[in-house]
């Protein structure tokens, strides 16, 4: 059996655990440079507002129904993950982050557990430990908990739990799923299985195993037989990512060589961070630039410089010095730039590393000082140590201007109560 975590409306709910005035309250939050929504309450939903539709458009609508607005604060919605992460992963042998708000849980061995109370359990400790509101679904393969777990989420007497242990059961709850909801599925798979009058996931399992291979080929094929009840999408085991992108859009459109340079640079050290953290080396890395492809009354310009590294590497202050060559190399005068990135790849184990003969960089000295950087920027905060590339005046900044503090990793951001004696 398979167990299915999905924190309820994440980012509105993190906003809302921190200011319990906001409970009941529609609430929206938007993209970098406050761009377009990207979450919603269910109040806000109830209100008809769109997903990824840009805030200018929605002015009066937030102004006339008096909908809470905030800049997306990625800092407080990742330590919120973490939070919840952490609970969750207590109750299971085997966790599987699927996302920033969902996880897998493994549970077998469970057979003589009611999946029911724990599950129960399991989403109370969640909401009790973090104030974030979850939903589970429990099944017999991955794909059917997704759809437990809407029903979870739909209907307040399943008490944020549901549980598909039978044929009944899944034959009820496969009539009332559309197609369309189905994971693994699509947009141009479901319109491709309306065409053939496959409205819903029970349609889908009648069909035989020969037409859906035909029609939707190996991937339609496993998804059939899942919502069948026989597991074909294993635990994803990996904990390594196969490579890592730090881009970002900017506050204000960049035309010199200096600022675009030091956003370069604060990428390069996420993607370096990111790499001590899951201790890996890189061996590619890729730096791209571009204005705004919108912006048809401007110059267009963009391109991209990939760079294979002499020797494998997640030093920050080697992976700056290359991502700095590129920038240098495809950067031109005469455009405003809107965006920024940096990528590395081809990403192995931090152990061992294959040396290069003609190497002179003092490898094990840079490992030391890299081990105390983040040692302390672990303990005092983000980037209080960095490197002087990375400059102290961000030009380049987003725009966030409706962000909500971070009230879980800034110390002045720490919520204070006072109590009358």
Not at 57 to 62: D, F, P, R, V
Not at 219 to 224: A, K, L, Q, S, Y
Not at 385 to 391: D, N, R, S
């Amino acid at each position: 059996m398979f167990g299915l975590i999905d924190c309820n409306n994440f980012y509105a709910s993190c906003e809302r655990a921190f200011n319990p005035s906001l409970n009941g309250k529609p609430i929206v939050v938007l993209s970098n440079n406050d761009g377009c929504v990207i979450a919603r309450s269910s109040e806000a939903k109830v209100l008809g507002i769109p997903m990824g539709e840009p805030a200018y458009k929605l002015k009066e609508l937030i102004e006339t129904n008096q909908v809470h607005v905030f800049s997306s604060n990625y800092v407080l919605y990742g330590d919120m993950s973490h939070r919840v992460m952490t609970t969750i992963g207590q109750f299971a042998p085997e966790l599987e982050i699927y996302s920033i708000d969902e996880a897998f849980l493994l549970l077998d061995g469970f057979e003589n557990i009611n999946l029911k109370e724990f599950g129960e359990k399991v989403v109370k400790t969640t909401i009790r430990n973090t104030g974030i509101p979850v939903s589970m679904g429990i099944a017999p393969t991955k794909t059917l908990t997704k759809v437990a777990n809407k029903f979870a989420k739909k209907y307040k007497a399943y008490k944020g739990v549901c549980v598909i242990d039978t044929d009944e059961k899944r034959e009820k709850a496969l009539k009332l799923t559309k197609i369309g909801d189905v994971w693994g599925i699509g947009r141009q798979f479901s319109k491709k299985l309306e065409y053939y009058s496959v409205n819903t996931a029970w349609d889908f399992t009648q069909r035989t195993k020969s037409w859906v291979r035909h029609t939707l080929g190996v991937v339609g094929e496993r998804t059939w037989l899942e919502l069948r009840g026989t597991p074909c999408i294993e635990m994803d085991r990996a904990t390594s990512k196969k490579s890592i992108c730090t881009s970002r859009s900017f506050g204000e459109r960049l035309t010199e060589l200096a600022p675009v340079s030091e956003a370069v640079a604060n990428f390069a050290a996420s993607c370096a961070e990111k790499l001590r953290n899951q201790h890996s080396y890189a061996n590619v890395l890729m730096v791209l630039i571009q204005t705004n492809p919108f912006a048809t009354n401007q110059p267009q310009y963009s391109n991209q410089a990939v760079i294979q590294l002499p020797v494998s590497t997640n030093d920050t202050t080697e992976l700056i010095n290359f991502a700095l060559q590129g920038l240098k190399s495809i950067f031109r005068e005469g455009y405003r730039y809107k965006k920024a990135g940096v990528i590395v790849s081809e990403i192995v184990p931090e152990r061992p590393m294959q040396a290069d003969l003609f190497d002179t960089r003092k490898r094990e000295k840079y490992n030391k000082v890299m081990s105390v950087m983040d040692s302390l920027n672990t303990s005092y905060g983000k980037q209080k140590v960095k490197i002087a590339a990375q400059g102290f005046d961000r030009k380049w900044k987003l725009k966030n201007e409706k962000l909500s503090p971070c009230y879980t990793t800034n110390l002045s951001d720490i919520i204070v109560v006072k109590a009358d004696k």
